[in-house]
């Protein structure tokens, strides 16, 4: 069987204040945050020179960005091979959200799961995501 997740990306999650909610995280348990929130460098384990990164970021409550869900958090997913993954989740009748989107960083695309929880998948380009994380926090 062929990988589909590798890893968590990251948690995305709803606040009323968010530079509020990174300042408390950042006093009491020590989070370096930027406008995002903070990227947890890590390791492969496969791979010990590859860094990778997940990504902590409380949002505005009102963000439309895991729309049309409803829900408080959307969960990133690291994958490999996204553009064959939509192929596979589209013919399985999975509700893919958008087209595929690419940045220097990766690709991204959104779908639904069976209760109604936004997922962001995201084939990541870590190399390039390193050099543009301010706020990291190291393990």
């Given at each position: 069987?062929?990988?589909?997740v590798?890893?968590?990306?990251?948690?995305?999650?709803?606040?009323?204040?968010?530079?509020?909610?990174k300042?408390?995280y950042?006093?009491h348990?020590?989070?370096?945050?930027?406008?995002?929130g903070?990227?947890?460098?890590?390791?492969?384990s496969a791979?010990?020179?590859?860094?990778g990164?997940?990504?902590?970021s409380?949002?505005n409550?009102d963000?439309?960005?895991?729309?049309?869900?409803?829900?408080?958090?959307?969960i990133?997913?690291?994958?490999?091979?996204?553009?064959?993954?939509v192929?596979?989740l589209k013919?399985?009748?999975?509700?893919?959200?958008?087209e595929?989107?690419t940045?220097?960083?990766?690709k991204f695309?959104?779908?639904l799961d069976?209760?109604?929880?936004?997922?962001e998948?995201?084939?990541?380009?870590?190399?390039?995501?390193?050099?543009?994380?301010?706020?990291?926090t190291?393990?």
């Amino acid at each position: 069987m062929k990988k589909k997740v590798t890893g968590i990306g990251g948690i995305f999650f709803k606040v009323k204040d968010p530079d509020a909610t990174k300042a408390w995280y950042q006093q009491h348990l020590g989070l370096n945050t930027d406008r995002y929130g903070t990227a947890f460098e890590w390791r492969s384990s496969a791979n010990p020179q590859q860094k990778g990164f997940t990504q902590w970021s409380p949002m505005n409550s009102d963000t439309q960005y895991f729309k049309p869900s409803e829900k408080d958090f959307m969960i990133n997913y690291r994958v490999e091979n996204l553009e064959e993954l939509v192929v596979e989740l589209k013919a399985a009748g999975v509700q893919v959200l958008d087209e595929i989107e690419t940045f220097e960083y990766g690709k991204f695309v959104h779908i639904l799961d069976p209760d109604g929880h936004a997922i962001e998948l995201w084939e990541p380009i870590d190399d390039a995501y390193d050099g543009l994380v301010e706020g990291r926090t190291q393990t």
